[in-house]
T-cell receptor
Framework: DVKVTQSSRYLVKRTGEKVFLECVQD?????MFWYRQDPGLGLRLIYF???????EKGDIPEGYSVSREKKERFSLILESASTNQTSMYLC??????????????FGEGSWLTVV | AQKITQTQPGMFVQEKEAVTLDCTYD???????LFWYKQPSSGEMIFLIY??????QNATEGRYSLNFQKARKSANLVISASQLGDSAMYFC?????????????FGAGTRLTVKP
């Protein structure tokens, strides 16, 4: 079974803090993704990475950065957390190549509250 | 750019009845995949069903079927014989198949409630 593990299920951080959300996958997938989920807006893509050290901006990259130093790990960084970044964050991964038409695999999500 | 639209924020269905969740999409891609996911209150995303844009047959997986109408750009999910455990958020998603490095875009979701 594919396993995508997000390091923290629930976090509470203060405004202005630097926040790291970590994600690890164990299936040697090329692609990894960070989404943000908000009621009524569905899942919105923040960043995705198709290889080590490679990244592409999604629809809402402002206020976020990412790091992919190893194939299995994809980190989402909030340089200076703000209250409007309170949300559920979902990490996902998928194989690369044409077969990547198949589904992507999600972690359990990280609920971040910024106070 | 790809866009996924789910126009039903919430739906109710009686247990054992069938329900259709709507999804329309907009893309200029020639080759793409359409997906449905279920998200229970626990938050995990569960893959339900997949349809490729060149697949001639509508996809089916158990009680789930995908009513794919390419000309109308719709990919509705049909759940037959609803069960109480089907109560959840449902998301439609799309992914370009032509390129190796391809992300997935989601709709806003539909919350389905199955009534006993």
């Amino acid at each position: 079974d594919v396993k995508v593990t997000q390091s923290s299920r629930y976090l509470v951080k203060r405004t202005g803090e630097k926040v790291f959300l970590e994600c690890v996958q164990d299936m040697d997938h090329e692609n990894m993704f960070w989404y943000r989920q908000d009621p009524g807006l569905g899942l919105r893509l923040i960043y995705f990475s198709y290889d080590v050290k490679m990244k592409e901006k999604g629809d809402i990259p402002e206020g976020y950065s990412v790091s992919r130093e190893k194939k299995e790990r994809f980190s989402l960084i909030l340089e200076s957390a703000s209250t409007n970044q309170t949300s559920m964050y979902l990490c996902a991964s998928s194989p690369g190549g044409p077969s990547s038409g198949n589904t992507i695999y999600f972690g359990e999500g990280s609920w971040l509250t910024v106070v | 750019a790809q866009k996924i639209t789910q126009t039903q924020p919430g739906m109710f269905v009686q247990e054992k009845e069938a329900v259709t969740l709507d999804c329309t999409y907009d893309t200029s891609d020639q080759s793409y995949g359409l997906f449905w996911y279920k998200q229970p209150s626990s938050g995990e995303m569960i893959f339900l069903i997949y349809q490729g844009s060149y697949d001639e047959q509508n996809a089916t997986e158990g009680r789930y079927s995908l009513n794919f109408q390419k000309a109308r750009k719709s990919a509705n999910l049909v759940i037959s014989a609803s069960q109480l455990g089907d109560s959840a958020m449902y998301f439609c998603a799309m992914r370009d198949l032509l390129y190796n490095n391809n992300d997935m875009r989601f709709g806003a979701g539909t919350r389905l409630t199955v009534k006993p």
